[in-house]
């Protein structure tokens, strides 16, 4: 009689082919492609969006103020140094992921590496724009806003810091993904030839030993 605690019993509920399906999309060498034009799509977003929104009501103007309520974008050409920082980082970071991921293999490693220390400088800096553009109108000078209340002035980022955040996110993400691989032209092997292969010809020969008028002689070498 078998013994049933002998036999083994594996009880799946799927969490195995998540993790497979998981481990392929990781090893997948198109997704660096992928995530490298996200950040390019996100990078132009953040060129052409605005970085802050400040909407004011009764702003003062020599004499008098002026009436209603405006609102003023900051584009990415408004914010002086910071925007030329963020111009430069940005076109260093798109080097290095162009070389990571179509350069030649044996510079890939020093390129993925300048890319992250960018990445990382670029990340940094935008970190430290978040209270500067979510507390300062970056268009419009102090003096101005003399004889304003503070409920009259509300200021916001815009959309172009959250896509410069998601271009350097996405670009950093595609410099640690795995490489996409050159596609390899594989020749077939040699095939080895056997016993059977032999290329064996017949053909007529001189005899071992040929001395005419000497037959009933025996043979000499």
């Not at 036999?7 to 497979?20: D, H, L, N, W």
């Not at 509300?154 to 959309?159: C, E, F, H, L, S």
């Not at 020749?187 to 071992?208: K, M, R, Y």
Request: charged share 20%; glycine share 10%.
């Amino acid at each position: 009689m078998m013994d049933p605690m002998s036999q083994e019993s594996v009880i799946s509920f799927g969490a195995p082919e998540r993790r497979s399906f998981l481990r392929d999309l990781g090893r997948d060498h198109r997704l660096p492609v992928l995530t490298a034009v996200l950040a390019a799509a996100a990078a132009f977003g953040s060129l052409i969006s605005e970085w802050q929104t400040t909407d004011l009501e009764g702003l003062a103007y020599g004499d008098g103020s002026l009436p209603g309520q405006r609102v003023v974008r900051t584009e990415l050409v408004d914010m002086g140094a910071a925007g030329g920082g963020y111009l430069i980082g940005l076109f260093l970071l798109t080097i290095t992921v162009v070389l990571t991921l179509f350069g030649p293999a044996e510079g890939r490693r020093y390129a993925r590496l300048a890319g992250l220390a960018t990445g990382g400088l670029l990340f940094a800096m935008l970190v430290t724009l978040v209270p500067v553009i979510g507390d300062t109108s970056l268009i419009i000078p102090k003096y101005f806003l003399v004889d304003l209340a503070d409920e009259n002035l509300t200021i916001a980022p815009g959309r172009g810091l959250w896509c410069a955040f998601a271009a350097v996110v996405l670009a950093m993400a595609a410099l640690r993904l795995p490489e996409p691989r050159p596609r390899e032209i594989t020749e077939p092997a040699p095939v080895e030839s056997g016993p059977d292969d032999l290329d064996l010809s017949i053909a007529p020969t001189a005899p071992f030993a040929s001395l005419p008028g000497e037959l009933d002689q025996p043979h000499r070498s």
